[in-house]
């Protein structure tokens, strides 16, 4: 069985499409018949936008998970909310649940009028919420934050899906391997370099490469020179783009 990866929002989008490219994150996993959300990107409207292209409708996301509080990741929640009659489950940290204050930005934003609909489960620990499919116990990211990331348990091991490894990607790895025993053969999604440089690019390389991660697609807070510098390293063959319309998928 198979199971795909989808990016429905990102700052970059395949070219030649209507897809929305905007600074944001959100990933579609689609495993033995779940439709899981992770992330919402900054804007729900374009958010909406580019699942409306991609023929995925709100109604169909059976779970979201929330990798942490900066409003690129949490603020398509409301929109979502809106576009759906049946309740949703949204599983957080609860320092990734907030609200549009002066004093705090960040977070997730749920009207009063939308409340009902939003069933919030706290991540504590390691979650199994779906077969094959795990969300990892939350880590510690600086400015009462935390942060999470999923995993995909293929045929040929786990696979990292991640907002932005705050963390840093070589404790995101070690942590994979605590709980599953082996070093994770892909990763899909951030892996926090913006603008810094190319020796970050290289520290980075060295993980993957140490570590046999041999499948990446990455994108968001990677960045457009983020990405060139390690696919440079580590090979064309090996680092690809993972904009809005990309699609990866796994035996599991």
């Known amino acids: 069985m198979e199971a795909k990866i989808t990016s429905v929002y990102d700052e970059g989008a395949i ?10 994150f959100a990933v579609l996993i689609e495993a033995r018949g779940q439709k899981i ?3 919402t990107g900054m804007r729900g409207r374009y958010l909406l936008y580019n699942m409306s292209f991609l023929e995925v409708k709100p109604e169909e996301i059976d779970k979201v998970v929330i990798s942490h509080g900066h409003t690129s990741h949490t603020g398509g929640v409301d929109d979502l909310l809106r576009n759906r009659e049946k309740p949703l489950t949204i599983y957080a940290h609860p320092s990734a649940v907030g609200g549009k204050t002066l004093f705090r930005p960040k977070g997730i ?4 009028d939308q409340a009902g609909k939003a069933d919030i489960i706290e991540i504590n620990d390691w979650i199994e919420i779906a077969d094959k ?4 116990s939350p880590m510690e990211i600086g400015g009462g934050l935390t942060e999470v990331f999923m995993v995909l348990l ?4 786990p696979v ?11 404790t995101v790895m070690e942590a994979v391997k605590s709980r599953f025993g082996t070093y994770p053969y892909g990763y899909i999604g951030g892996v926090h ?3 810094k440089d190319r020796k970050k690019a290289e520290e980075i390389a060295a993980i993957f490469e140490v570590k ?8 968001h807070c990677t960045g457009v020179n983020g990405i060139m510098y390690i696919r440079t390293i580590l090979g064309l063959d090996e680092v690809k783009n993972f904009y809005v319309g990309t699609s990866v998928s796994f035996d599991i």
Do not use: Q
């Open 15 to 24: 070219e030649r499409t209507p897809l929305i490219g905007a600074k944001g």
């Open 37 to 39: 959300l992770f992330d």
């Open 109 to 112: 934003f749920i009207p009063k």
């Open 133 to 136: 499919v795990f969300i990892s």
């Open 154 to 157: 293929t045929r040929k091991g």
């Open 160 to 170: 990292v899906i991640s907002a932005c490894s705050h963390a840093g990607v070589d």
């Open 193 to 195: 370099m913006g603008k």
């Open 212 to 219: 046999n991660c041999r499948v990446m697609y990455l994108n």
